[in-house]
Every structure is written in C-alpha cells, then in structure tokens.
C-alpha cells in the first residue's frame, strides 16, 4: 500500500536537501523520494526558491558550502515536482496571517498556502510553530512529523 503525503515545506525543510553534514538530511531525503508518486503533493510558493538561494549563499559566504556545487544543486532544486503556487495569489491571507500572529509576510506565505490547499505546514522554524501554536492553522516542526517509509511495491 502506498502513502500519499500532502505537506507543504518551507525552505528551512527543503535546503536539508542539500547540507550533507545535516543530521535531517536523511528524513529530507525520505519524504522528497515521496515524489515519485504521482499522488505525492508537496506545495511551496515561489518565494521558497530564492529563500532556499539566500541561505545557500550564506553558507557560501560562512564557508560551510562549495561554490562549485551552487549549479548543479539549484538545477536539482529547480527541477523537484514540487507543487509552485505564485506568492501573488497568497499575498492578501499572508499579510492578515502576519498581523494577526506577528509573524514575517515571508512565513506567513507559507501558512496560507497551507490554508489553501488543505495540508499541513512543515517547518524547522521553532518561533513560527509557537506562534501559531494555539491557532487553527496547521502547522507542524518537522521534528516531530514522521515521514511514512516508501511503499516496496
């Protein structure tokens, strides 16, 4: 029997991808093999891949990434199945959703796309989960999310 998953991640989900030293890596690598399902729906908003760009660059400028695999990792980036909703179609919720929980418009992106398309929101960004602990807004730490295994058929 196969597992369906329909999340939407933020980018400090998605770059695990790509930071072999990161202890989560493997639970990153587990739910984006999900993607081979056709049935798999894993939704970010276009702002998520020039976030995941801003934090590349900042391990390039710490040292912690090499310059040379900045190409080949944005074109494997770019090219995941992940499900794109325009941040212009988000806009109007996210800005409510930050003034009401006095969270960035940037994260609240994140949360109403969640709202949107009915899925939970998995983030490694323990003051986003607190500050939407108590609301009716799904949103989950990645921490303590389990990816169901693959199917082996």
């Known amino acids: ?20 030293d990161d202890p989560l890596m493997p639970k990153v690598d ?26 590349i660059w900042k391990y390039v400028r ?3 990434y090499a ?18 909703v325009s941040t212009a179609n988000l806009m109007a919720d996210a800005v409510n959703i930050a ?12 949360v109403a796309l969640s709202q949107q398309v009915n899925a939970v929101l998995l983030t490694l960004d323990a003051k986003l989960v ?3 602990n108590n609301s009716s807004h799904n949103v989950c730490s990645f ?3 389990e990816v169901p295994p693959l199917s082996s058929t």
Do not use: W
Not at 8 to 20: C, H, N, T, Y
């Open 1 to 20: 029997m196969t597992t369906t998953i329909r999340c939407v991640v933020d980018a400090s989900v998605g770059i695990k991808q790509f930071l072999p």
């Open 30 to 55: 587990q739910l984006f093999a999900h993607l081979a399902n056709p049935q798999t729906a894993i939704f970010v908003p276009d702002l998520f891949y020039i976030e995941c760009g801003n934090i």
């Open 62 to 64: 710490a040292r912690l």
């Open 67 to 84: 310059v040379a695999d900045v190409p080949a990792d944005l074109a494997t980036l770019k090219n995941f199945p992940l499900r794109v």
């Open 99 to 110: 003034i009401n929980y006095n969270i960035s418009a940037y994260d609240a992106c994140y």
């Open 130 to 132: 607190r500050a939407l």
């Open 143 to 145: 921490h303590d999310f």
